[in-house]
């Protein structure tokens, strides 16, 4: 069985730039998360999806970062523009309902130079 | 303001000891309680749970216990083994429907 497939699996890019990461849930998820892991905070969750739609954008920490969920199979999280001090490991996971145990991506390791 | 915490940032166990990883919690809506394990370079991945009606949950090597008056709860694996090196992260969640929110995680080093 395919898990949760995240792309890029590095991306290192200049202050200032776009950068747009990339989530292809288990089929038959109901529901995407994106977390974001750093050493200061550990895991957070920044936004997670039911049946497409952002339940809970909470954790998204300010404008510059969106994200998106166009069908069952594909997200997308956006940061415009990017600073040094987004620079951790992002996280998707993707499980039934909630609660249940969710399934993790092998993450991005984001650089902002 | 961290609901879920894991005081111990590392840790360190001789192999075929127990290794003991603790969890405490504030939010006292929390009912259900997961652990998640992580390698490096890799997501999470789920190891065991435990819903509140309960104070233990056993799979093979690991146990959760969980201390509901105390919020706090513990994973114990026994033997450990050099494989259970890696990060373990404590996690709750109110029901099982709502989001899960993670500690910071405890580094756990299996020594030969």
């Known amino acids: 069985d395919a898990g949760v497939i995240q792309s890029p699996r590095h991306e290192v890019t200049e202050m200032g730039q776009e950068v747009t990461l990339r989530c292809k849930p288990i089929?038959?998820?109901?529901?995407l998360f994106w977390y974001r892991q750093t050493m200061m905070r550990g895991l957070e969750l920044l936004i997670y999806?039911?049946?497409?739609?952002?339940?809970?954008d909470s954790g998204m920490p300010e404008d510059r970062f969106s994200a998106k969920m166009p069908n069952a199979s594909f997200s997308t999280l956006k940061i415009q523009p990017s600073e040094p001090r987004d620079s951790a490991v992002y996280f998707c996971?993707?499980?039934?309902?909630?609660?249940?145990?969710?399934?993790f991506g092998d993450g991005t390791r984001l650089s902002i130079l | 303001d961290q609901q879920v915490k894991q005081n111990s940032p590392s840790l360190s166990v001789q192999e075929g000891r127990i290794s003991i990883l603790n969890c405490d919690y504030t939010n006292s809506m929390f009912d259900y309680f997961l652990w998640y394990k992580k390698y490096p370079a890799e997501g999470p991945t789920f190891l065991i749970s435990?819903?509140?009606?309960?104070d233990k949950n056993e799979d093979g090597r690991f146990t959760v216990f969980l201390n509901k008056s105390a919020k706090h709860l513990s994973l114990h694996i026994v033997p450990s083994q050099p494989g259970d090196s890696a990060v373990y992260f404590c996690?709750?969640?109110?029901?099982?429907?709502?989001?899960?929110?993670f500690g910071k995680g405890t580094r756990l080093h299996i020594l030969p």
């Open positions: 996971a993707s499980s039934l309902p909630p609660g249940q145990p969710q399934h």
């Open positions: 999806f039911n049946n497409n739609v952002p339940i809970d």
């Open positions: 996690a709750a969640s109110v029901g099982r429907d709502d989001k899960i929110i």
């Open positions: 435990i819903s509140s009606i309960k």
């Open positions: 089929s038959g998820h109901d529901y």
